[in-house]
């Protein structure tokens, strides 16, 4: 297991940082009060490759390795403060774009996976309903065959970037008398005739716009249906565990920023005559922010070696995402009281890192669904 880079991954995380730096995050503290989109952001890492990263050439993307397109994760989240956006970025990557690729026809493939990797369009993951959350298969939203296809009748809530998503990847029970077995998949059309979307106001990630999908006798033709009727299940399964394992990828890098941001502080902050940095209680929690910083980017790149090397990484994945989650908001928080009331203070948007960490340690699986992934394949 090597875990050292080549220059020409460097390069990479080096372009990213400066794309993020230098297109990234304009007017961030307005769109985080109104929550909008950051759309020019979005189609910068669009022609920058990043959404493509690890999509073959001949869909539209980059075809760099798990490892190479992990590096530039961490980049996009050290060089970018609006988390909403990052989060964005690698959820469309990992829980859209990679089903597509892993079980879409080559025809699917060809029509989706060239838009949505330039950011021309926008995915949004439609799996959670008002009664199935961490019961993920208890789903009420169904798919009737009819003629030529079927049609899909549901709400689908808490879905990042369903006011804005130009497709949506929808769950839906086809055979409801076969439990879970009778899941599908389908490739939905945000505009298509009976489909609409409602925002609703949350938290943090406010750049991230939020909202249900409401499918109202929505026409989906046979061959926008993702896999075989009744695999619904098993394709959530596995790109879930890819999803699990990446879509906090970006922490890191916004981890190491809040680190290194405390430590300009510490030094330059004076108080009883000298630098806050001098106290045990200050130093001790940057220490701690480093300590968290350096074990998750070693569970991390671990999990983008397996991964790249296509080896089971279940329990891996539901380690790195539960540590991830939690180090981000317990480092915002150090973040926080570092700064002091400075850190409370909007206008400094260190607080806005604390509102955001919250979300990581619900969506994907909450920390207490990823603790009992864990349990199990411990064999509890």
């Given at each position: 297991?090597?875990?050292?880079?080549?220059?020409?991954?460097?390069?990479?995380?080096?372009?990213?940082?400066?794309?993020?730096?230098?297109?990234?995050?304009?007017?961030?503290?307005?769109?985080?009060?109104?929550?909008?989109?950051?759309?020019?952001?979005?189609?910068?890492c669009?022609?920058?490759?990043?959404?493509?990263?690890?999509?073959?050439?001949?869909?539209?993307?980059?075809?760099?390795?798990?490892?190479?397109?992990?590096?530039?994760?961490?980049?996009?989240?050290?060089?970018?403060?609006?988390?909403?956006?990052t989060?964005?970025?690698?959820?469309?990557?990992?829980s859209?774009?990679?089903?597509?690729?892993?079980?879409?026809?080559?025809?699917?493939?060809?029509?989706?996976?060239?838009?949505?990797?330039?950011?021309?369009?926008?995915?949004?993951?439609?799996?959670?309903?008002?009664?199935?959350?961490?019961?993920?298969?208890?789903?009420?939203?169904?798919?009737?065959?009819?003629?030529?296809?079927?049609?899909?009748?549901?709400?689908?809530?808490?879905?990042?970037?369903?006011?804005?998503?130009?497709?949506?990847?929808?769950?839906?029970?086809?055979?409801?008398?076969?439990?879970?077995?009778?899941?599908?998949?389908?490739?939905?059309?945000?505009?298509?005739?009976?489909?609409?979307?409602?925002?609703?106001?949350?938290?943090?990630?406010?750049?991230?716009?939020?909202?249900?999908i409401?499918?109202?006798?929505?026409?989906?033709?046979?061959?926008?249906?993702?896999g075989?009727?009744?695999?619904?299940?098993?394709m959530?399964?596995?790109?879930?565990?890819?999803?699990?394992?990446?879509?906090?990828?970006?922490?890191?890098?916004?981890?190491?920023?809040?680190?290194?941001?405390?430590?300009?502080?510490?030094?330059?902050?004076?108080?009883?005559?000298?630098?806050?940095?001098?106290?045990?209680?200050?130093?001790?929690?940057?220490?701690?922010?480093?300590?968290?910083?350096?074990?998750?980017?070693?569970?991390?790149?671990?999990?983008?070696?397996?991964?790249?090397?296509?080896?089971?990484?279940?329990?891996?994945?539901?380690?790195?995402?539960?540590?991830?989650?939690?180090?981000?908001?317990?480092?915002?928080?150090?973040?926080?009281?570092?700064?002091?009331?400075?850190?409370?203070?909007e206008?400094?948007?260190?607080?806005?890192?604390?509102?955001?960490?919250?979300?990581?340690?619900?969506?994907?699986?909450?920390?207490?669904?990823?603790?009992?992934?864990?349990?199990?394949?411990?064999?509890?």
């Amino acid at each position: 297991m090597e875990f050292s880079w080549s220059e020409e991954q460097l390069a990479r995380k080096r372009e990213i940082v400066d794309l993020a730096q230098r297109e990234l995050g304009r007017n961030l503290a307005e769109r985080d009060r109104t929550g909008e989109f950051d759309a020019a952001g979005w189609k910068s890492c669009g022609d920058a490759g990043l959404l493509g990263s690890f999509i073959p050439t001949e869909y539209g993307g980059r075809g760099y390795d798990v490892p190479t397109t992990i590096l530039s994760l961490e980049g996009l989240g050290y060089g970018c403060r609006d988390n909403g956006l990052t989060l964005a970025v690698n959820g469309q990557m990992w829980s859209i774009q990679e089903p597509i690729l892993s079980y879409g026809t080559e025809d699917q493939k060809r029509r989706y996976l060239p838009k949505l990797c330039s950011g021309e369009w926008r995915g949004a993951h439609g799996m959670t309903e008002a009664d199935s959350g961490s019961d993920a298969f208890s789903l009420s939203t169904a798919a009737q065959a009819v003629p030529g296809g079927y049609r899909l009748h549901g709400r689908k809530t808490c879905v990042g970037l369903a006011p804005i998503a130009d497709i949506g990847l929808i769950f839906a029970n086809t055979n409801p008398a076969r439990g879970q077995w009778g899941i599908s998949s389908f490739l939905v059309a945000m505009d298509a005739p009976g489909c609409s979307s409602v925002a609703r106001a949350k938290m943090g990630l406010r750049t991230n716009p939020f909202g249900d999908i409401v499918l109202d006798d929505v026409f989906v033709k046979e061959e926008d249906r993702l896999g075989p009727e009744g695999a619904g299940v098993s394709m959530f399964n596995a790109s879930m565990e890819w999803e699990r394992s990446f879509i906090a990828a970006s922490f890191l890098g916004a981890m190491e920023y809040q680190l290194e941001r405390s430590i300009e502080y510490a030094k330059s902050r004076h108080q009883f005559g000298r630098p806050i940095g001098r106290f045990q209680s200050v130093s001790n929690r940057i220490a701690d922010m480093k300590v968290r910083l350096e074990t998750a980017r070693l569970l991390l790149y671990r999990l983008a070696w397996m991964k790249e090397h296509r080896q089971p990484a279940g329990l891996e994945a539901a380690i790195t995402n539960l540590y991830l989650a939690e180090c981000f908001a317990a480092s915002s928080f150090d973040s926080v009281r570092n700064h002091g009331a400075l850190g409370y203070l909007e206008e400094y948007g260190i607080e806005r890192d604390l509102r955001d960490a919250v979300g990581g340690v619900i969506y994907s699986g909450t920390s207490d669904i990823q603790r009992n992934l864990i349990a199990r394949h411990l064999g509890l």
